[in-house]
């Protein structure tokens, strides 16, 4: 089944913050790229804020943690050197962990068959070796960090298949784009059109849909209770 994605007017400003962001990317325009990177997460996490039927939730607490690390990674990663990467992997680290307990714990609306688990795990191993084998030679002693960081990552993408299709899909582009940053930053002869671009094309649209995916869950949930149909595994 496809995911549906229908407008959530609170996301706008994130929309708009990211056009403008991505716009700055593709013009050379450093210094605007610089200025609205760190108004990303804050505006996503705003509108999760405020299209949410219910505040104190479980939904808003995980999701609200994996955006604040997400932030904090994007202002770290700014930082130019070795250290100021490896802080920023730190934080997105922690991010994709959010996102773990919210994949597994109060977004989770099915449990995988066991053949859908095992090709899950198996394409979640197999890019992740394929990652640090072809990045290996160049990695120095950044080898382990990033190889730890991508088990984490690919680990999220896993379990977000235990989600709806919204979430599942923002996961996976997400993973997109810490592929080519990767990629882009290390290995010698890469060459993507704009890897720039590219890269924060699809880390704007994973997190967008992760989030999106995250208020559809919460509306739904609370339509059911209106209604009178909640279950008690599906109260927040």
Known sequence: MLPVLRPVPALTPYALVTIVHLSAIAAGADGLVAATKPLLMPALLAGLVLALPVRRSPLLL???????????????????????????????????????????????????????LALGILLGVSWWGSMVAALALWLGSLLVPVAVYGLVLGAAAVCALTTRPLVAVGAVVFLLSDTLLAFDRFLPGFSVLDADLAIMLTYCLGQGLIIAGVIAAARHRAGNADAGQVTPSAVE
């Open 62 to 116: 995980w999701g609200g943690l994996a955006l604040a690390f997400s932030w904090l990674g994007d202002v770290l990663l700014q930082n130019p050197g070795d250290l100021g990467f490896l802080l920023g992997m730190a934080a997105f680290g922690l991010a994709h962990v959010a996102y773990i307990v919210l994949y597994l714990g109060p977004l989770r609306t099915r449990g995988l068959p066991r053949s859908g």
